[in-house]
């Protein structure tokens, strides 16, 4: 899901900018902010005031809220901020103890479409030594943020940017669901220890060591979806959004879901009769081996597919944006590759 999409700032107050909005986050007259929902979003579009800066706003809720405070920034530590703890704990497990990480979407049982950022999050990004964003058009308000964060020296990490993908393809769209492209993931961790190793170089050695044993784990990751190419390739798979297509192009899994029903379930919209029956007849048919689904959005049409598929035998896996509950990066990963595996036997 591209979160771009879902952010808008809206002014709830009742005086001369009530009802506003402008992309960022949500201001009245009391200082209150909130991010929108999809049908918030939708519902305001034609309120749009393109006088505000984003800067001002920011600016305005910083002072609204006293009580936010700043990272401590003399403890010896490179201050990390990440868009997802996905990427949050990519960062710890390369920069270990001598790293403090804080992550501004970690709470497992969170759509990350409905993120409500807060002030906290604007003084974190003014003191980090490093951000880490997922780019492509996801995470586009750690951007926005971060032109009202004062924060020029900060070293920022886009796994997008340094994933080498065409991120405007002529055809289709970007497929941002990074963290799930394993090569990428090797990527980011790389530039972590190199960036680690800039802020921090006298404990280059530790950074170097971890990021090898990171990225040998997920070269074993890398090895496992190999192993399931060469005994499923062509194998027919349902998604329920773009989300696990890195993977499940990896293991070498053809998508058969109608293009117009990821797009609509991504993008919030309703699914046309047409194209919801053309997809749960993927199931009734037995075209496809699984349905992998998102597990952090869902609503009425993305209920009646799980269901088609439970009903007609076919092996349902969940995909999601952030890590689940007790599991750090590379043991959920695990865990979903064997799901899969599980799946097509």
């Known amino acids: 899901m591209n979160i771009r999409r879902f952010y808008g700032l809206q002014n709830l107050g009742s005086k001369p900018f009530a009802g506003t909005t402008l992309a960022g986050c949500t201001i009245d007259n009391e200082s209150h902010y909130r991010y929108l929902s999809p049908l918030e979003i939708t519902t305001v ?8 800066s984003v800067g001002i706003l920011l600016s305005l809720a910083l002072a609204g ?21 996905v990427y949050g704990d990519i960062a710890k497990q390369i920069g270990g103890d001598l790293v403090s990480v804080t992550s501004i979407i970690s709470n497992p049982s969170q759509d990350p479409h409905s993120y409500e950022a807060d002030a ?8 980090a030594d490093v951000v880490i964003q997922n780019g492509g058009g996801y995470d586009d308000f750690v951007d926005t943020l971060l032109k009202g964060a004062n924060n020029p020296g900060v070293a920022l990490v886009d796994a997008a940017a340094v994933s080498g993908h065409d991120q405007t393809p002529t055809t289709g769209e970007f497929n941002e669901h990074l963290w799930y492209d394993f090569p990428t993931v090797t990527k980011v961790a790389t530039k972590l220890e190199s960036t680690f190793s800039r802020l921090d170089p006298k404990n280059a050695a530790t950074f170097a060591a971890n990021g090898a044993s990171f990225s040998s784990a997920v070269s074993t990751l890398e090895s496992s979806e190999a192993a ?21 192009d990896a293991m070498g899994l053809v998508n058969k879901t109608p293009e117009k029903f990821s797009a609509a379930i991504e993008g919030g919209t309703d699914v046309s009769p047409l194209v919801l029956r053309e997809t749960l007849a993927l199931f009734g048919d ?30 349902v896996v969940p995909v999601r944006e952030t890590l689940p509950a007790g599991k750090d990066y590379l043991e959920w990963m695990t865990d979903t590759v064997a799901a899969i595996s599980a799946a097509l036997k």
């Open 228 to 248: 399931i190419r060469a005994s499923a390739s062509g194998e027919g798979a349902a998604i329920t959004e773009p989300v696990p297509l890195y993977m499940l």
């Open 45 to 52: 579009r034609a309120k749009i005031v393109p006088v505000l």
């Open 120 to 127: 906290q999050v604007q003084l974190s990004l003014s003191k």
């Open 286 to 315: 037995h075209a496809v081996k699984l349905l992998a689904y998102n597990a952090q959005t869902g609503g009425p049409q993305t209920a009646q597919v799980v269901a088609a598929a439970k009903k007609a035998g076919v092996a």
């Open 65 to 85: 809220c006293s009580g936010a405070s700043s990272p401590p920034k003399d403890d010896g530590l490179i201050h990390v901020v990440a868009s997802t703890d």
